[in-house]
């Protein structure tokens, strides 16, 4: 099967979400030159996480929001990178393989109201006409034995199938629908074969478009030991969270949280601070995008929480210290909330250390943190914050910062050091993505 191929040549690639492996394949199939982005040793692998993907200049590139190609490439470099290994083939195969110049044509009929399908016909071109047969040959040649496949088309499948290679699992990639892409996309349900679930997406709020990407389709990664947890706070160009301790302030505008709902949607629990809930009684949902609503956690070391908060129809997890009075347990219980009894740190705060790695024992693998000082503070000297998301909005407001002063401990202290840096201006906000690197100095 690899005899076609005639030259492979690669380079090491860094990239914000990790550094991949980019080879670039001249073969006599097609006379074209195609490439495979690779993160880890695949090579004699059995379900490794394959992504082919079709050149888009248009969403690719420039970010067009007529189709869905750019928020996928991006998510499935997202997901491989998470996974550690994995492949995504960029195939040369513009305008679903007619061409750059012919998609063009395509999209000026499509603006005179043909769907994509009709397009391509009145040009002369077939609806589709990819071949996926190169691709076969490139995951031979990388040795890719089996592979879950992260597409929404079963021709895909069905190509790989007759060329060999076994497809063990389709991995959607499910993509926010809006006033510019909501009829491509069910086009392409109706007359493509495409698997979507045209009921989970929406359009944009007030009909504006979805965020940009990659802020759309951030994901957590994964971590064997313990939940994935992402720090998401926003503060003012002064560093103030709020006014003062115990009054709530809003800082960000409606478009960053519409990213912060997108980002609860993406994780499977959200944790605050018994503060956070007495001052604000927060309902933690993700009620302005589509989505399910993460598990709710909250730290509270004396169970002051009030029986009846808003999250306390959704169970949460109370984490509180042995100490804490078993009448206030019960009347939590009774109310619907899970008690969980851990020990304290050294400094008499709930171990995150031992919540941690409960909850993911208990199904979560990603937890979303949105704290007061207090939580920002916990998290980041205790070293278990792997992404942090920080929106700064254009105001001072001179009041409490997000992390405390530290006094350095028997056991030395972490010094988060950012790295992967992502900048993205979200309405009048700047959001900062970046990766934590945990750096532990002693006494």
Known sequence: MTQPIISKTSARIPTANGEFTLSLYQTTVDDKEHLALV????????????????????????GSLRCDCGPQLNQAMQLIASESAGVILYLRQEGRGIGLRNKL??????DE?????????????????????????????????SLRLLTNNPAKIESLAAAGLRVTERIPLQVASHEENAAYLKTKVKRMRHLLDLERVAVGT?????????LS?????????????????????????????????A???????RFTHQLRANHDGILVGIGTVLA??????????????PQPVVLDSHLRCPSDIKIMTRRPIIATLPTAGPVRQAALEAAGAQVWHLPANKNGRISLTALLPRLKEAGY????????????????????????????????????????????????????????????????????????ENVRFGD
């Open 280 to 293: 604000d009684n927060p309902s933690l949902t993700v009620r302005l995008v589509p989505g399910e609503n």
């Open 251 to 257: 800082i960000s505008g409606s478009e960053s949280m």
């Open 113 to 145: 109201g043909y769907d994509t399908v009709d397009a391509n016909l009145l040009l002369g071109h077939e609806a589709d006409e990819r071949d996926y047969s190169v691709a076969a040959l490139m995951l031979h040649d990388l040795g890719v034995r």
């Open 206 to 214: 007030n009909g504006r478009f979805p965020l940009p990407s990659p």
């Open 365 to 436: 693998h990603s937890l979303m943190v949105e704290g007061g000082s207090q939580v920002i503070s916990s998290f980041l000297t205790a070293g278990v914050v792997d992404r942090v998301v920080v929106t700064v909005a254009p105001l001072y407001l001179g009041g409490l910062t997000a992390v405390e002063p530290q006094k350095t401990g028997q056991n030395g202290r972490f010094f988060p050091q950012l790295v992967n840096h992502q900048y993205h201006q979200v309405g009048k906000d700047l959001v900062l993505i970046a990766d934590v």
């Open 39 to 62: 993160v880890g040793n695949v090579a004699q692998q059995e379900n490794v996480l394959v992504r082919i993907h079709s050149e888009c200049f248009t969403g690719d590139v420039l």
């Open 105 to 110: 044509r395509a999209y000026n009929l499509q």
């Open 217 to 249: 389709q951030l994901q957590p990664g994964h971590r064997p030991d313990r939940p994935f947890v992402t720090l998401s706070y926003a503060q003012s160009l002064d560093g103030s969270i709020t006014v003062q301790r115990g009054q709530p302030t």
